[in-house]
């Protein structure tokens, strides 16, 4: 149900105006067929049925049918009272009465539901306000009560366990006090240097066996429940999260926040199988009971992914990287999460009694031959989603990477991980350059000044030679790199900005667009975005999905365009699903729209023969 705009029970625009249209022509028509009629023995029973179609569009349509309802009531005395000045009739005496009876009831309904409406929207404020107070509450005194996670760690840290020294690494994230991304990433970088001997004594110790693990654990749908909680509740379950998972970790670990809901932990040890799934489950288990805080239960999608060194990487901003990629996501809505086998230090492994397929326990050259042989058999292939101007003018698409086993598609963190662990980057990397790049060169045949949107993971831009491969393949092709756009995740921009920056800025000086992508898929920053060519920000599905029904939704959308087109950055909306989204997202200005709701995804060749 909708409020605000004029609609109560009906919704769309088309309904409305249509229902809105055939009521009042309606009760216009039956008007004019008792004039033109004039029988004082139906003048009873057309009173009654245009006293029906004024109460149908009064209660159907809230304020504006009230309006309209009592305008048409109006119209109606007006021609009874002419009737009874010029024909004296009695019986438009009786009618005018009525009239004014129905317009009485109408403007009694009206305040009656308008004082019910405030009544009830009242009561809901009042609920989430003590709701959010009984949150905040339960949540401080709960931290308020355990001070030992806070002396346990410090004691820890001072007799020399913890890896983690405050003296060398002071600055801490302020709503945790854990240590931020680029802290670890740099403390894994100091413990390489410092076991290789590639470094000189730099006033930190260092006690290391040349390997460690890194484990990354997320809680993924942070965004959804601060839509729930509020987001300053959200800011104290993150403390409370921080602090319990800070004390089950072990005192030798180093614990630190990534951003949003995600932690990394840096853990001495290389844990086999039993122990990381011990540990792991120990870990989310305080995570769940953070989330109960205040509440009966608060659902909670968790996910985990470990890598180990050397195996995986050889150093910080690669391992948690990898360690990133590998999480594997399950769902709980009660009181436990069933974790993930996870990718024991990313080592893949066949699965068929799960029922779906892993690369989990297959050797390099095992999954390297997957691949070969879905290339050759066109099961790892590009899909592309056309996205859309505000007046339903073809914009460009954006290229996708499937890859189908039998006939199961294999999401792409699981397969991208695979590849990455196989070093068969470079491979993936290059063949989807010069699919995607074949077809966007072909439309633009039929189709000038199309784009292309291409999705650039962090491994991606991690690879040595990816601009000189990228320049060869734009090369070696008939695309025009006008027409090229790399879509950058916006965790990758907030998490990796400093690796990535000098990247990005050489593709933009070789005339490459950029785009950021997935922006309000977590606690979203405009920090970030000026500092990098951004044309594009392209929001995420989960940002919008809520625009039909929360007015919050759409007031914070709104903002959003708002605020981008004011430094001159366009907006495309991505995840349309239905008319009311692209209804109230077209209305708020945004520039470019791609969802199920505009085109499906199709394969290379459908779409150049669409385009004809």
Do not use: W
């Not at 009173?47 to 349509?61: G, P, Q, R, W």
């Amino acid at each position: 149900m909708s409020r605000g705009n004029g609609r109560s029970i009906l919704s769309g625009k088309a309904i409305y105006f249509i229902t809105m249209i055939f009521l009042t022509l309606g009760f216009v028509a039956l008007l004019a067929l008792h004039c033109v009629l004039r029988n004082d023995n139906y003048s009873i029973i057309f009173l009654f049925l245009t006293m029906l179609v004024s109460f149908a569009i009064n209660l159907l349509y809230d304020k504006f049918g009230f309006y309209a309802s009592f305008a048409l009531n109006f119209i109606q005395s007006m021609i009874y009272i002419y009737e009874i000045a010029t024909q004296g009739k009695s019986t438009s005496r009786v009618l005018l009465v009525g009239t004014f009876l129905i317009m009485i009831i109408n403007l009694a309904l009206q305040f009656y539901r308008v004082h019910i409406l405030s009544q009830a929207t009242n009561e809901r404020e009042k609920n989430k306000k003590l709701r959010s107070d009984e949150i905040s509450r339960s949540l401080e005194q709960d931290m308020n009560e355990r001070p030992s996670l806070i002396t346990n760690y410090t004691n820890a840290t001072k007799n020399g366990s913890s890896v983690y020294d405050y003296s060398v690494m002071p600055h801490l994230d302020p709503l945790t006090t854990l240590p931020g991304r680029d802290m670890v990433r740099d403390k894994i970088d100091r413990m390489i240097m410092g076991s290789t001997g590639s470094v000189k004594n730099d006033n930190t110790s260092y006690t290391t066996d040349s390997k460690f693990m890194v484990i990354y654990l997320s809680v993924d749908n942070a965004s959804k429940l601060a839509d729930c909680t509020g987001n300053c509740n959200m800011d104290l379950f993150i403390q409370n999260i921080s602090h319990r998972l800070r004390e089950a970790c072990d005192p030798s670990d180093m614990l630190a926040r990534a951003n949003d809901a995600q932690f990394i932990i840096l853990s001495k040890r290389i844990l086999s199988e039993d122990k990381l799934e011990s540990y792991i489950d120990k870990l989310t288990n305080r995570i769940l009971r953070a989330l109960r805080a205040g509440l009966d239960s608060l659902p909670a999608v968790i996910s985990y992914g470990t890598a180990s060194y050397p195996a995986q990487g050889r150093d910080g901003g690669a391992l948690i990287n990898h360690a990133e990629m590998n999480r594997t996501i399950c769902y709980d809505n009660t009181d436990k999460v069933s974790y993930p086998s996870s990718t024991k230090d990313t080592k893949p492994k066949a699965s068929a009694s799960s029922g779906s397929f892993s690369f989990e326990g297959m050797s390099r050259d095992e999954i390297i031959s997957v691949f070969e042989e879905a290339i050759s058999s066109g099961n790892l292939y590009m899909s592309y989603q056309p996205y859309y101007t505000n007046e339903r003018k073809l914009k460009g698409i954006e290229a996708f990477l499937r890859l189908r086993i039998g006939n199961e598609l294999v999401p792409p963190p699981i397969f991208l991980a695979a590849a990455e662990h196989a070093g068969y980057m470079n491979r993936i990397s290059s063949f989807s350059l010069e699919e995607a790049l074949g077809v966007i060169a072909r439309a633009n045949e039929k189709v000038q000044d199309l784009s292309l949107n291409l999705n650039i993971s962090a491994s991606q831009f991690s690879l040595p030679d990816f601009i000189s491969q990228f320049n060869n393949a734009v090369s070696n092709s008939d695309a025009s790199i006008a027409s090229l756009v790399l879509d950058v995740p916006e965790s990758t921009l907030v998490s990796e900005l400093d690796t990535i920056r000098n990247t990005i800025e050489k593709l933009s000086g070789m005339g490459v667009r950029m785009a950021l992508n997935n922006f309000g898929s977590g606690y979203s920053s405009f920090n970030t975005i000026p500092l990098l060519p951004i044309s594009v920000v392209k929001l995420d599905p989960s940002f919008t999905s809520n625009i039909p029904s929360r007015a919050d939704a759409r007031i914070l959308t709104s903002s959003v365009i708002s605020v981008l087109h004011d430094i001159d950055i366009s907006v495309c909306a991505t995840g349309i699903e239905n008319a009311d989204q692209y209804s109230y997202l077209s209305g708020a200005g945004c520039d470019y729209f791609q969802g199920t709701y505009m085109s499906e995804e199709v394969r290379g060749d459908r779409f150049i023969a669409s385009l004809s």
